[in-house]
T-cell receptor, first 111, second 115 residues
Framework: KQEVTQIPAALSVPEGENLVLNCSFT??????LQWFRQDPGKGLTSLLL?????REQTSGRLNASLDKSSGRSTLYIAASQPGDSATYLC??????????FGRGTSLIVHP | ETGVTQSPTHLIKTRGQQVTLRCSSQ?????VSWYQQALGQGPQFIFQ???????GRGNFPPRFSGLQFPNYSSELNVNALELDDSALYLC??????????????FGPGTRLLVL
């Protein structure tokens, strides 16, 4: 059974810092890995999708990497802004195509 | 904002009651998935529908059931509600083919409280 762990659970930083959020998974036989953002009480917004054959994806200030052999992915946020405050979730999709989510990292960026 | 809407936004029920949650699909998306997200947890996959048929199910009991309609809107029905069913229920839709098929578009969710 796939298990997904996200560290840290919570993070509070001043504006402008570069951040690294971590996601680890126990079964390396994955189809893809996706990072999402969730604002309080709201649905999820897809940020980056990395296929199993890829090493990283970039979108604006966000960069996500994938190391299947070690069962790890990182989400890098450059020059953080207060508007980045949200919960960040990673989801791993395996052979069954059913995604397994981590519990998320709750991020607060203060001015 | 995605084109996926859910109703109602909030709901309060008592144990043993039944509830129906609704989701309207983004245009052109014929696949819908439902998730349960308890407070402080990640979403848990309940089931997926494609062309009105269930084609994937997570570890949820049969009292969780669904429907998908010809216009691709869908319902999640939960019978014999239990206190632990209190959660945010999310639906997500996607295309079944083409470049966009990997990306799910989530609705805002329905917050269910069972007393």
């Amino acid at each position: 059974k796939q298990e997904v762990t996200q560290i840290p659970a919570a993070l509070s930083v001043p504006e402008g810092e570069n951040l690294v959020l971590n996601c680890s998974f126990t079964d390396s036989a994955i189809y893809n890995l996706q990072w999402f953002r969730q604002d309080p009480g709201k649905g999820l917004t897809s940020l980056l999708l990395i296929q199993s054959s890829q090493r990283e994806q970039t979108s604006g200030r966000l960069n996500a990497s994938l190391d299947k052999s070690s069962g790890r992915s990182t989400l890098y946020i450059a020059a953080s802004q207060p508007g980045d405050s949200a919960t960040y979730l990673c989801a791993v999709k395996g052979g069954s195509y059913i995604p397994t989510f981590g519990r998320g990292t709750s991020l607060i960026v203060h001015p | 904002e995605t084109g996926v809407t859910q109703s109602p936004t909030h709901l309060i029920k008592t144990r043993g009651q039944q509830v129906t949650l609704r989701c309207s699909s983004q245009s052109g998306h014929n696949t819908v998935s439902w998730y349960q997200q308890a407070l402080g947890q990640g979403p848990q996959f309940i089931f997926q529908y494609y062309r009105e048929e269930e084609n994937g199910r997570g570890n949820f009991p049969p009292r969780f059931s669904g429907l998908q309609f010809p216009n691709y809107s869908s319902e999640l029905n939960v019978n014999a509600l239990e206190l632990d069913d209190s959660a945010l229920y999310l639906c997500a839709t996607r295309a079944s083919s083409g470049k966009e098929q990997e990306t799910q578009y989530f609705g805002p969710g329905t917050r269910l409280l069972v007393l």
